[in-house]
């Protein structure tokens, strides 16, 4: 079992920035490739951005390209989701996710274990 735990959400202005955490527990995170995901009200959950196990290689959907950067912290087993420039559409619950193995995963069938999310609210 992989236990995840969001932080960092809140209100953020248009333009402004936000960084979301994940923490990771239960397994050696390393082993894992990583992911956000995020539902807006009344939406079905997407995906938003992957980081493979080592960190070497990363993929956003294309709304965020440009603006939000998953990095990752193995010796602190955690993930981040780095928000700059938010648009209102992005306020939502965001999720975290892990999954074994290597390789990016686009889906949530991809994924094995998930946070219990956290909120972000983009304000103007």
């Known amino acids: 079992q992989v236990q995840l735990v969001e932080s960092g959400g809140g209100l953020v202005q248009i333009g402004g920035s936000l960084r979301l955490s994940c923490a990771a527990s239960?397994?050696?995170?390393?082993?894992?490739?990583m992911g956000w995901f995020r539902q807006a009200p009344g939406k079905e959950r997407e995906f938003v951005a992957a980081?493979?196990?080592?960190?070497?290689?990363?993929y956003y959907t294309t709304s965020v390209r440009g603006r939000f950067t998953i990095p990752r912290d193995n010796a602190k087993n955690t993930v981040y989701l780095q928000m700059n420039s938010p648009k209102p559409g992005e306020t939502a619950v965001y999720y975290c996710?892990?999954?074994?193995?290597?390789?990016?995963?686009?889906?949530?069938?991809?994924?094995?274990?998930w946070g219990q999310g956290t909120q972000v609210t983009v304000s103007s």
């Open positions: 980081i493979t196990r080592g960190g070497g290689r990363t």
């Open positions: 239960g397994r050696t995170f390393n082993n894992y490739a």
């Open positions: 996710a892990a999954r074994g193995g290597s390789g990016l995963g686009l889906g949530e069938s991809s994924y094995d274990y």
